[in-house]
């Protein structure tokens, strides 16, 4: 990872969308988890159901590394990090 030789300034504007990506991560992510957590509690009391719930459950993590990635490379963008 190569980091921006001089100090790297941003606008207002730059500094509210980068928040917003953030904000729009952590509820990606928690929302994520949430399913998870739901469907295990599902399992729980409906065993029947297991095969559904876990196609659910295995979707998620994808779901967060993908959120996670597209934050990361916006962040590196705006801060000038190179990889």
Same mark, same amino acid.
């Given at each position: 990872? $190569?980091? *921006?030789?001089e *100090?790297? =300034?941003l606008t207002?504007e !730059? /500094?509210? $969308?980068?928040n !917003?990506q953030?904000?729009?991560l952590? &509820?990606?992510? =928690?929302?994520?988890?949430? #399913?998870i #957590?739901? @469907?295990?509690?599902? =399992? !729980?009391?409906?065993? &029947?159901?297991?095969?559904r719930?876990?196609a659910?459950? @295995?979707? !998620?993590? &994808?779901? /967060? /590394?993908e959120?996670? @990635? @597209?934050?990361?490379? $916006?962040? $590196?963008? =705006?801060?000038? /990090?190179?990889?």
């Amino acid at each position: 990872m $190569e980091l *921006p030789t001089e *100090p790297v =300034t941003l606008t207002v504007e !730059q /500094i509210a $969308e980068l928040n !917003q990506q953030l904000a729009n991560l952590r &509820h990606d992510v =928690t929302n994520k988890l949430s #399913l998870i #957590l739901a @469907a295990v509690d599902v =399992t !729980q009391y409906k065993p &029947h159901m297991t095969d559904r719930m876990m196609a659910t459950v @295995a979707e !998620q993590p &994808h779901k /967060i /590394i993908e959120a996670v @990635a @597209a934050f990361s490379l $916006e962040f $590196e963008k =705006t801060f000038g /990090i190179k990889r």
